[in-house]
């Protein structure tokens, strides 16, 4: 038996992961009636199958990896990881995949839960399947925000579905390390997972498309995760793809496209995402099921007339990050609100209704070792696009804080400068420790700070963050002066 009911509100938030929940949050906050519909876990990809999992399966290899270097903690850092501790630091951190404490979280914030598959059904509609298979018809004053996220984007392999690859949400959640993993891919993805489960005992082997790891990049980064990679034991090959694969036996067997054949437990694809938008409705809008949903900077569909209809998050393909999609979320929240409540829109650069770090601020933080943290602009997108810059480059090795992380330490740091501003518009950096050195980049960036104020920031010694000192000292040898 199903049944039917009509719901009305002043918000419909599509998904319930942190980019949908930060919508909520941000809508409710100001008055709004808002609820979010989930067919999956509250929490979304990130908390279940993504970051929190990913970096507890990380952090012990990378920990490792460091003391390892360390004199007087490397013999003890010799032996291998206890694989089943690891696994269940990872069970708790997913919250053994059960998303009571994010249901509790929506319930105390004020947020309505819908659960069930929410489809668009014309202008500010949206028709929820729900479990049991009935149907709930909700109905939005105001708007509603699209968050759906991305899903694994898979080859075109005869038999795929009978081979049962991994994707990103398997190697995750594996419930014991394989003996011998394949990776097809050289991304953020591909890589991460290479080093956590190198780690673990895993047999692993690597194959990339293209000439290098982590190509979206600086050139230096590929190399050093590579050399790193190798050293651990992985098998690299570069310039190859996979022609055909099947299990057979509870064996992966593939033939590559230069004729080599392998055997492994498990084959990984971590070969790029697609929007999760094929079956949400999209055609009752007059778009185009499958399709990444396009914004202006306000997170509104520009496609759909109205300004009733947003997209935060992976699904609008901005920036497919979870902490760049909360941004998104939050300057959504607040464009609905304002809107909403009649308050005219400040869409400035920089400004409360505008995601103007999508497009000149996006950090990432890539948990391999070493770990690479990048913000803003590369040399790769510099000569892409034309614009002229300023390359700085640093030794890490040779700051100080780093050779005490490290006697042996290996890494480096790029700055890019904007020569007529004499600003900071883009950084690198790749090495032990990183990763917590890029907020500094970051604010520099969207503070549009000129190097004259930067050098009166003074680094404390000995830390790595002293590399900004070096990077100045660089550019005002470079130039002639500051």
């Not at 003890?76 to 269940?88: N, T």
């Not at 299990?247 to 992966?252: D, M, Q, S, Y």
């Not at 992380?405 to 690198?428: K, N, Q």
Request: glycine share 10%; aromatic share 4%.
């Amino acid at each position: 038996m199903t049944t039917e009911d009509t719901r009305t509100y002043d918000v419909v938030v599509i998904g319930a992961g942190p980019v949908g929940e930060n919508v909520a949050d941000r809508t409710t906050a100001t008055g709004l009636s808002t609820v979010i519909v989930e067919n999956e876990l509250v929490g979304g990809e990130c908390s279940y199958w993504a970051c929190e999992p990913s970096k507890a399966l990380l952090r012990p290899a990378l920990l490792r990896a460091d003391a390892g270097r360390v004199p007087g903690l490397d013999p003890a850092a010799a032996g291998p990881l206890d694989a089943a501790a690891v696994l269940a630091h990872r069970d708790r951190m997913a919250a053994h995949w059960n998303d009571d404490g994010q249901v509790e979280w929506l319930r105390t914030a004020g947020i309505d839960l819908q659960r069930g598959h929410g489809r668009l059904d014309g202008p500010r509609r949206v028709a929820v399947t729900t479990p049991d298979g009935g149907t709930v018809h909700l109905r939005a004053r105001h708007a509603v925000a699209v968050c759906t996220g991305s899903g694994a984007a898979l080859p075109d392999l005869t038999g795929l579905a009978d081979l049962r690859p991994w994707t990103s949400r398997e190697a995750t959640s594996a419930a014991r390390p394989p003996g011998r993993l394949v990776i097809v891919g050289a991304g953020v993805v591909a890589t991460e997972m290479a080093t956590a489960w190198q780690a673990l005992g895993t047999e692993v082997t690597l194959l990339a498309r293209g000439t290098r790891l982590l190509p979206q990049m600086e050139p230096f980064v590929g190399e050093l995760v590579a050399d790193r990679l190798r050293e651990a034991g992985t098998d690299l090959r570069f310039g190859v793809t996979v022609r055909t694969a099947d299990r057979t036996g509870g064996e992966v067997r593939s033939t590559l496209s230069d004729g080599d054949r392998l055997t492994a437990d498990e084959i990984l694809f971590a070969t790029g995402r697609a929007p999760r938008t094929g079956d949400i409705g999209l055609e009752t809008v007059g778009l185009t099921p499958g399709d990444w949903l396009a914004t202006d900077d306000t997170l509104t569909v520009t496609a759909v007339p109205g300004d009733w209809l947003y997209a935060a998050g992976d699904v609008n393909r901005r920036a497919l990050l979870t902490h760049q999609g909360k941004y998104q979320a939050r300057i959504a929240g607040a464009v609905i609100a304002a809107r909403a409540l009649g308050t005219p829109l400040d869409t400035g650069r920089w400004s409360p209704h505008a995601s103007t770090a999508d497009l000149a601020a996006v950090p990432q933080v890539v948990f391999t070792d070493p770990e690479i943290a990048g913000v803003g602009l590369t040399t790769i997108e510099a000569r892409r696009t034309g614009r002229r810059v300023h390359v700085v480059d640093h030794d890490l090795g040779h700051v100080a804080g780093a050779i005490q992380h490290s006697p042996d330490y290996r890494g480096r740091a790029r700055a890019l400068i904007d020569p007529d501003r004499r600003t900071v518009v883009g950084a690198t950096f790749a090495g032990p420790g990183v990763a917590e050195l890029l907020h500094s980049a970051t604010v520099a960036i969207i503070g549009e700070i000129p190097v004259e104020r930067l050098w009166h920031a003074v680094p404390p010694f000995p830390t790595i963050s002293e590399v900004w000192l070096r990077l100045l000292e660089t550019y005002r040898d470079q130039q002639g002066s500051l």
